[in-house]
């Protein structure tokens, strides 16, 4: 009988196999029907595993076959729970259904729903399969799984050129990233001699050291910069985040599952996977401390001025990563699980909200043809309200325990980085709060800029949409306060037991001890920001574009993306095109074509036009030539 723990992992895979094989015979509506009470039921068995491993304390391995062996490498494929593995089963399960859910509304005119259904089963999956796993092989199976997934979903509408575009982009970047995780594995085998995180654990301390170019290099430092190099690619992180925006491209419920429970959030998993090996090298963590708060800084900014409803969105969950990944950086690993479970409420719940806008606004995604929807579609504007209320941070909603914390454990950790990454938080903090209140003002409120066509079409979403905004928007009030004790309070040792590594001292504890004003500080730059945000759209129209106008260069430097594209496209995808030409026309035309197989082709061609003018289709000419042929073998034979 298979166990609660295999059901919970492999229904997602049962759904994408019934989907995508029998999608004609059940036709579309049974396929987003069975594989959404899959994923429901899958969620539910998460929930009580999030009771037996998580808050009961327990632990255990469940190995499914034996894998993989090669010389000395052995690896069994295997399920590992623990805590760490609960939160993100409720995470990615919980998210999914509920993204499930809302696909039957929102996806009810497309024709090809049992593919997309599919494709979203087999999404949960990999992530099931990353987030399980008991050794680094069978992480790098699930990591590569969500980067197909992925390119499947964000290229679902494959005949949009804009589509096409996204998924390649998305898959390339992030191979990027994964080029260096694959060395980053190779390292630590190298260096422990075993891929099995146990294996790993049980033996830090070792030093193990190689040259390379008459340098030597210490092995578990340069292979944890090349597994955070892998975690930056999955998780947009400054550098490999180009991909993040354009993934909009896909449907909206994808946009949802990756940013909210799925690819972004394998980074931050991995490394808190990890942490008691990467507490082992702080110079790493300082760079993944530092790299997170210009991710979060960076990103805000770029918010600040794009009017793509969801690429705003986007770009505020590129931001919070790197709020996650400053956390992990100072040692405030609880922290940055504690941020990713309530991010994954309140970010679902905004990607949801603009897809049911889009949605009334026939699919019109410009905030700059949208106003005065809030009458129109009430349920949506209060349920959107609720989610940009937890991403400010404001108290009583769940960003507001998980933010502060993070803010307060950087403060607390005494370090130039931690320093640095408070203060870059601050910041984005500021303008995290602005801009989603740019967005609400934009969209529901003032006069409305659509068409009056479009506006007498403006009606509210489905209940099959509108239900799983509103169980989001449960998780965004109340997660935070719930779980404020098992995360980062005074239960936290219990939950978390041996799970996460706390450093030489516990940066949680410190963050709790900081001064007042250090507290207080996010809250204010919160208030701050939705208050300019309401001057600056709702009472003062006008201030905006004199801003626009004060500071044309900063504005085009953030409007453009701090021009990471133009940058990538001169340094890299430029001189490629160059060298493919070079290749093509020096390579293929001149020497392949002209020297080589089309030659010979050209060669048999001449000879066989030669050959044809001697099939007369006279028999007396057949005749004299066989003739002809034995006389000349006789005399050849004779001589």
């Not at 723990?5 to 579309?28: N, S, T």
């Not at 009470?37 to 929930?47: E, K, P, Q």
């Not at 990591?143 to 499947?152: D, F, I, M, N, R």
């Not at 578990?220 to 550098?239: D, E, H, N, R």
């Amino acid at each position: 009988m298979l166990s609660t723990e295999v059901l919970a992992v492999f229904l997602p895979l049962l759904g994408f196999v019934l989907a995508g094989a029998l999608g004609r015979r059940l036709g579309a509506h049974g396929a987003e029907y069975l594989t959404t009470a899959l994923m429901l039921t899958a969620a539910a068995l998460s929930i009580s595993l999030f009771g037996t491993y998580a808050l009961d304390g327990q632990h255990t391995t469940i190995t499914l076959m034996s894998w993989m062996s090669v010389g000395p490498l052995s690896v069994d494929w295997a399920l590992r729970f623990d805590a760490l593995t609960a939160v993100m089963l409720v995470v990615v399960n919980g998210v999914s259904a509920m993204v499930h859910l809302y696909s039957i509304g929102y996806m009810h005119h497309d024709p090809h729903r049992p593919r997309f259904f599919a494709y979203l089963s087999l999404f949960t999956f990999a992530m099931l399969m990353l987030v399980t796993a008991d050794n680094l092989i069978q992480l790098f199976f699930g990591w590569e799984g969500v980067g197909l997934a992925s390119y499947l979903l964000i290229n679902f509408w494959y005949k949009k050129p804009s589509a096409n575009a996204a998924s390649m982009k998305a898959f390339l970047v992030n191979r990027v990233g994964d080029f260096g995780f694959a060395l980053g594995i190779m390292g630590i085998y190298f260096a422990f001699g075993t891929v099995s995180f146990d294996g790993i654990f049980n033996q830090l301390g070792i030093e193990t050291s190689f040259k390379l170019f008459g340098w030597t290099l210490d092995a578990v430092t340069l292979s944890c910069l090349l597994l955070f190099m892998g975690a930056m690619g999955k998780s947009a992180q400054l550098g490999l985040h180009t991909w993040l925006p354009d993934a909009m491209e896909g449907p909206t419920p994808v946009s949802a599952l990756i940013h909210a429970a799925t690819m972004v959030t394998a980074g931050v998993f991995m490394l808190c996977r990890l942490s008691p090996l990467f507490e082992t090298v702080p110079e790493v963590l300082a760079v993944v401390t530092i790299l997170g708060a210009l991710t979060a800084f960076v990103a805000a900014t770029i918010g600040l001025t794009q009017f793509d409803i969801k690429r705003v969105i986007a770009y505020s969950t590129m931001s919070q990563l790197g709020y996650m990944f400053f956390a992990v950086g100072v040692g405030a690993y609880g922290a940055a699980m504690f941020h990713l479970m309530t991010h994954a409420f309140f970010k679902a719940l905004l990607f949801l909200g603009a897809g049911s806008v889009i949605h009334a606004l026939s699919d019109e995604q410009d905030l700059r043809n949208m106003g005065g929807l809030w009458k129109k579609i009430p349920v949506t504007w209060a349920l959107m309200w609720i989610g940009s209320l937890a991403l400010a941070g404001v108290p009583l909603f769940a960003g507001y325990y998980s933010k502060d914390i993070i803010l307060e454990s950087a403060w607390a950790s005494h370090s130039a980085a931690g320093q640095f990454a408070w203060y870059m938080g601050i910041a984005a903090a500021f303008m995290t709060a602005f801009y989603s209140w740019r967005l609400l003002l934009m969209a529901f409120h003032g006069q409305p800029r659509a068409s009056a066509e479009v506006m007498s079409h403006v009606h509210e979403s489905p209940f099959v949409m509108l239900l799983p905004l509103l169980v989001l928007a449960v998780g965004a009030l109340g997660s935070g306060a719930y779980a404020y004790d098992w995360f980062v309070g005074e239960g936290r040792f219990e939950f978390w037991r041996t799970t996460l590594a706390v450093g030489e001292h516990d940066v949680i504890h410190a963050a709790h001890d900081v001064t007042g004003w250090v507290k207080h500080m996010p809250t204010l730059m919160g208030v701050s920001g939705i208050f300019l945000a309401f001057i600056a759209y709702l009472w003062v129209p006008k201030l905006p574009g004199a801003l626009v106008r004060m500071f044309p260069s900063l504005h085009a430097l953030f409007y453009r993306k701090w021009l990471f594209d133009e940058l990538y496209n001169a340094l890299c995808i430029r001189p490629a095109l160059c060298l493919g030409r070079v290749f093509w026309q020096s390579g293929d035309v001149r020497l392949i074509d002209g020297l080589g197989p089309n030659k010979f082709a050209e060669a048999t061609k001449n000879a066989a036009d030669e050959l044809h003018a001697a099939q007369s289709g006279y028999v007396y000419h057949y005749a004299f030539v066989v003739v002809f042929g034995l006389a000349a073998l006789l005399i050849w034979l004779t001589w």
